[in-house]
């Protein structure tokens, strides 16, 4: 693992095609770029310190220490956060974020990744810059790893987000792109006014949030998909910053309070594709979270600090996914692989291909009434019908 993470990446690089509004490839439609205009929240200090932050604790008198995610920051006044998203002020912890927008679109749900929750809807998703991981092949990076005075926003209160998903059609919101831990606030307060309206929230994480705030987050979410980055500690320490433990309480905590889970997995060479370290994952998914949560086993395209790797061979996706299915998994997908019959959902029982997919389009959809159409055998998930 260590020669493939040798390569120095420069700030040049670093800032080169910085389009902070196309994340992931070519998106449809951006709402921001409906009503964008110059902003001067950067240029005036006083408006970043405008939301007190949530979990954190006073050391002494400019002195914190956040408790919102496992990197429990300790900040005298004027430092910054891992996540580059809060900073304290006369013993205050601040978001920087709530309501700063530097992303928001509408997606296709299958998009996030979700394929059994409410499939081929639409729904608005929004993000902020900041994030409390340092994944080298991050394809978001010229949000996630800058911050908030260094990205394009827009002012646009959870009030705002609200009223944009509704008049775009879209029945659910989602907190997605970078990390919505970081933006915990903005998060939860836009969730809350969502669920008045009657729409739905979607979580997608690296699930590295303190217990409580899941907790407290599960009471508005509908959806969550996390990313299980991979099986050690190693790689999450060498290849993340971050910690595996934490990630494996969220998904019990998750599944616990009745949220929808789905896990993505970014299988990349040479890294995190060892077979044995799949199976054991899906193991423990299977004996902690049940057979029925739907596992993503995503191709890596070479991004940010790791472009000298290949892209992930699609024959590795398919023996990985055979590893998850001979688990006991029942329903494993293969992402940024468009058009491979994995994008499909299976039926367990009678093997039909209940809805049929390519890319993020749903082609036909076999469910009825949450069960397959030609045996009758439910088919975990929320769905339209």
């Not at 070479?302 to 996914?321: I, M």
Request: glycine share 6%; with cysteine.
């Amino acid at each position: 693992m260590e020669d493939l993470l040798k390569r120095k990446f420069s700030r040049k690089e670093f800032v080169r095609d910085g389009c902070l509004f196309c994340l992931g490839g070519a998106l449809s439609y951006s709402v921001l770029d409906m009503f964008m205009q110059k902003n001067s929240w950067a240029k005036n200090s006083d408006s970043f310190f405008r939301y007190e932050a949530k979990f954190y604790k006073k050391i002494d008198s400019d002195t914190v220490q956040c408790e919102l995610c496992p990197q429990k920051c300790t900040l005298k006044n004027g430092m910054r956060s891992f996540c580059r998203a809060r900073e304290p002020r006369d013993g205050k912890l601040y978001s920087l974020v709530y309501g700063k927008a530097c992303a928001a679109h509408i997606d296709p749900m299958e998009k996030k990744p979700l394929f059994h929750f409410l499939p081929g809807t639409s729904i608005f998703s929004i993000a902020t810059a900041g994030c409390n991981y340092r994944c080298k092949f991050c394809q978001n990076w010229q949000i996630s790893q800058f911050p908030p005075e260094e990205t394009l926003n827009q002012e646009l209160p959870p009030e705002e987000v609200v009223n944009q998903a509704v008049r775009n059609n879209c029945p659910s919101i989602a907190y997605t792109y970078t990390e919505p831990s970081i933006f915990y606030e903005y998060m939860l307060d836009t969730a809350r006014l969502a669920k008045i309206r009657g729409l739905r929230n979607m979580y997608h994480s690296n699930g590295s949030l303190n217990p409580q705030a899941v907790e407290e987050a599960s009471l508005y979410l509908d959806a969550a998909d996390i990313d299980l980055k991979a099986f050690t500690q190693e790689y999450y320490s060498e290849v993340c910053a971050g910690n595996l433990e934490t990630v494996l309480k969220t998904l019990k905590i998750l599944k616990k309070n009745k949220v929808w889970l789905e896990i993505t997995t970014l299988v990349v060479p040479g890294l995190n594709d060892g077979l044995d370290k799949i199976k054991q994952m899906c193991i423990w998914i299977k004996e902690n979270l049940g057979p029925d949560v739907p596992l993503h086993l995503s191709r890596f395209m070479p991004q940010y600090k790791l472009t000298s790797l290949n892209p992930t061979p699609v024959e590795t996706l398919e023996k990985a996914r055979e590893v998850a299915l001979s688990a006991g998994l029942h329903f494993v997908y293969l992402g940024n692989v468009p058009g491979h019959i994995a994008e499909n959902t299976y039926c367990p029982v009678c093997k039909k291909a209940i809805i049929q997919r390519r890319g993020f389009t749903v082609l036909s959809n076999d469910i009825v009434k949450g069960k397959c159409k030609s045996c009758g055998r439910e088919i975990p998930g929320v769905w339209i019908n």
